[in-house]
């Protein structure tokens, strides 16, 4: 198959690297259309990449030189513009979260189901981390037995100005929701947000840090720190403690230093540097399923779980109670 035309709507940071890694790093494919409502911005992505500017994103969704999608606009536009990919029949990579609302997320299930095949898949790029994927290959074979507790944490250096007490579980912890399900190989049960003490650099109105707690159908105990501002880096943890021991996710390779008396070890200031490689894995292998008609990547389903344990969350946080977390029953075609 010659290479596969993608188009991207959104061309914001993480869309540009998608853009960049799509056109530098992953072969069998070119970016072939860039959308996005700063048009200045487009344009000159599209100018760069020799790729075809679309004032309509729904335009370039339909159009018959793209061959699939790649969706990186801000989050509240996910939803339609899946369910524009899906009314089109193209593959669609749509960056998390899948959508904000939980309605959002069933609509889109209920329209991928009416397609009769998996279009979609969705950004959870920590599944792809070699780390992640060692972890999950140990609790697999057995290793450690079985795993009753995880304990880890999301530091980030500092928030974005858009970011709130909402959005550090919808946002930032939707990655962890998302990658203790994926380890663990379960469905949660019930959950709960512990608020600490408020951390002084943080807005006065945001709740930073706060610890989400889920538990699995099984009983394994979870508990995730979500911190926004750390102060020192990007810093993301992860120990699953079994019956016969434990496993925890490593740190990147840095170069162990000592220099004039002091003793120390870079640490990754963001997101887009910790999680280089994976974003690389994702995309790469993204593209090549797409070019064999079936991809294999975290599902429409797979986005909707981690949008509704994150909206009962959140639910949580406000209520100050512990929640059931209610799942439906799956779909013939996420089995």
Same mark, same amino acid.
């Given at each position: 198959m010659?290479?596969?035309k993608?188009?991207?709507v959104?061309?914001?940071?993480?869309?540009?690297?998608?853009?960049?890694?799509?056109?530098?790093?992953?072969s069998g494919?070119?970016i072939?259309?860039?959308? !996005?409502?700063?048009?200045?911005?487009?344009?000159?992505?599209?100018?760069? @990449?020799?790729?075809?500017f679309?004032?309509?994103s729904?335009?370039?969704?339909?159009s #018959?030189?793209?061959?699939?999608?790649v969706?990186?606009?801000? !989050?509240?536009?996910?939803?339609?513009l899946?369910i524009a990919?899906?009314?089109?029949?193209k593959?669609?990579?749509?960056?998390?979260?899948?959508?904000?609302?939980?309605?959002e997320?069933?609509?889109?299930?209920?329209?991928?189901?009416?397609?009769?095949?998996?279009l979609?898949?969705?950004?959870?790029?920590?599944? @792809?981390?070699?780390?992640y994927?060692?972890?999950?290959?140990?609790?697999r074979?057995?290793?450690?037995?079985?795993?009753?507790?995880?304990?880890?944490?999301?530091?980030?250096?500092?928030?974005?100005?858009?970011?709130?007490?909402?959005?550090?579980?919808?946002?930032?912890?939707i990655?962890?929701? !998302?990658?203790?399900?994926?380890?663990?190989?379960?469905?949660?049960?019930?959950c709960?947000?512990?608020?600490?003490?408020?951390?002084?650099?943080?807005?006065p !109105?945001?709740?930073?840090?706060?610890?989400?707690?889920?538990?699995?159908?099984?009983?394994?105990?979870i508990?995730?720190?979500?911190?926004?501002n750390?102060? @020192?880096?990007?810093d993301?943890?992860?120990?699953?403690?079994?019956? *016969?021991g434990?496993?925890?996710?490593p740190?990147? $390779?840095?170069? &162990?230093?000592?220099? #004039?008396?002091?003793?120390?070890? &870079?640490?990754?200031?963001?997101?887009?540097?910790?999680?280089?490689?994976a974003?690389?894995i994702?995309l790469?292998?993204?593209?090549?399923?797409v070019?064999?008609?079936?991809?294999?990547g975290?599902?429409?389903?797979?986005g909707?779980?981690?949008c509704l344990?994150?909206?009962? *969350?959140?639910?949580?946080?406000?209520?100050?109670?512990?929640?059931?977390?209610?799942?439906?029953? #799956?779909? $013939?075609? @996420?089995?």
């Open positions: 010659e290479n596969l993608i188009g991207v959104g061309t914001g940071a993480i869309g540009r690297e998608h853009i960049r890694r799509l056109s530098e790093k992953v494919c070119r072939a259309a860039v959308s !996005d409502i700063n048009e200045t911005a487009a344009g000159e992505v599209a100018e760069k @990449y020799g790729a075809e679309y004032k309509d729904n335009e370039l969704i339909r #018959k030189d793209v061959d699939a999608i969706i990186t606009a801000g !989050d509240p536009a996910h939803a339609s899946c990919g899906l009314h089109a029949g593959f669609i990579f749509c960056e998390k979260p899948l959508a904000t609302e939980v309605p997320c069933e609509k889109i299930v209920q329209e991928e189901q009416k397609c009769g095949k998996r979609l898949q969705v950004g959870f790029m920590r599944r @792809y981390d070699p780390g994927v060692e972890m999950k290959r140990l609790i074979n057995g290793s450690i037995g079985t795993p009753l507790m995880v304990h880890a944490c999301h530091r980030n250096m500092t928030h974005a100005p858009s970011m709130n007490s909402d959005l550090s579980i919808r946002n930032s912890g990655h962890e929701i !998302d990658i203790m399900r994926w380890l663990l190989e379960e469905d949660y049960d019930s709960d947000v512990i608020i600490p003490k408020h951390n002084s650099h943080a807005d !109105d945001m709740q930073d840090p706060q610890i989400m707690r889920l538990r699995t159908k099984s009983g394994v105990e508990d995730v720190e979500i911190a926004q750390s102060g @020192y880096g990007y993301i943890q992860c120990e699953v403690v079994g019956e *016969l434990t496993i925890k996710l740190d990147p $390779a840095k170069v &162990d230093k000592k220099i #004039k008396g002091v003793h120390f070890v &870079d640490v990754n200031p963001d997101w887009e540097s910790r999680f280089s490689e974003y690389e994702e790469a292998k993204w593209v090549d399923e070019k064999t008609g079936k991809v294999t975290p599902s429409a389903w797979d909707y779980m981690a344990a994150a909206d009962t *969350l959140s639910r949580s946080r406000v209520d100050g109670e512990r929640k059931k977390i209610i799942i439906p029953e #799956k779909p $013939a075609l @996420y089995i």
